[in-house]
């Protein structure tokens, strides 16, 4: 039902915005490698979009020795800063912020990167001028699939989960975003197929940014509820 609050758009940013979803798998691969707990890279790479707590439950199991965790986080937090000064924002991306600016919707980064990897996001991705609001893993409690970092993203931004739609990349965003009954566009460049997207119950999906802002005007973000 519309409303006078003012309407928005959440974005994720790793793998929906900012090329970044490879990386972190690759990284989070040589910890667990280094650290002698071997995992496949396709294991690893579906666990993306997770918080590193929930994260290496996925992986490694809720009866591993958590006494380790601090240091695989340490050596994943290492391994990908030296991708920061060449993170490459997702085809479109900017292009699609501005353009849910220029409808009147409030752009809002919710992402549970830590402080420092969020600088090096908003760098790769340029376009600070209009984003209203960003959040970091200091605003959730827990990490995705929880609802956590939404619920901070709609605070900060002051729109209510009735006038938003969440843009992600993986099932985790579609998960997160339907505990709140947020709907939750889809996008593949995270490397999550379409199929799985929908299956979660993503209500559209796109190839990429630039697939979703060629046909912004007709697709779930600019639509009423």
Wanted: aromatic share 4%; hydrophobic share 40%.
């Amino acid at each position: 039902m519309r409303t006078d609050r003012p309407a928005g758009v959440l974005f994720d940013v790793d793998g929906t915005l900012v090329d970044t979803t490879y990386l972190h798998t690759v990284s989070w691969w040589e910890a667990l490698r280094q650290s002698d707990q071997p995992v496949p890279m396709a294991t690893v790479h579906r666990s993306i979009g997770m918080g590193s707590d929930k994260l290496l439950d996925h992986l490694l199991g809720p009866e591993r020795d958590r006494d380790a965790d601090a240091k695989l986080r340490d050596a994943h937090d290492t391994l990908y800063a030296e991708y920061w000064e060449r993170l490459t924002p997702l085809p479109g991306a900017a292009d699609l912020l501005r353009a849910c600016a220029e409808r009147g919707l409030r752009v809002v980064l919710a992402t549970s990167a830590s402080e420092q990897e969020v600088g090096a996001l908003r760098h790769a991705l340029n376009a600070d001028d209009v984003i209203d609001t960003v959040t970091s893993s200091a605003d959730a409690k827990q990490s995705k699939p929880a609802p956590d970092i939404l619920v901070a993203a709609l605070e900060q931004s002051g729109l209510a989960a009735e006038r938003v739609v969440f843009v992600g990349d993986s099932v985790w965003d579609v998960a997160a975003a339907g505990k709140l009954d947020i709907p939750c566009v889809g996008l593949t460049c995270g490397g999550t197929s379409r199929g799985e997207l929908a299956g979660a119950g993503a209500v559209a999906v796109y190839d990429d940014p630039a697939a979703l802002l060629a046909t912004l005007d007709d697709s779930p973000v600019t639509r009423p509820r």
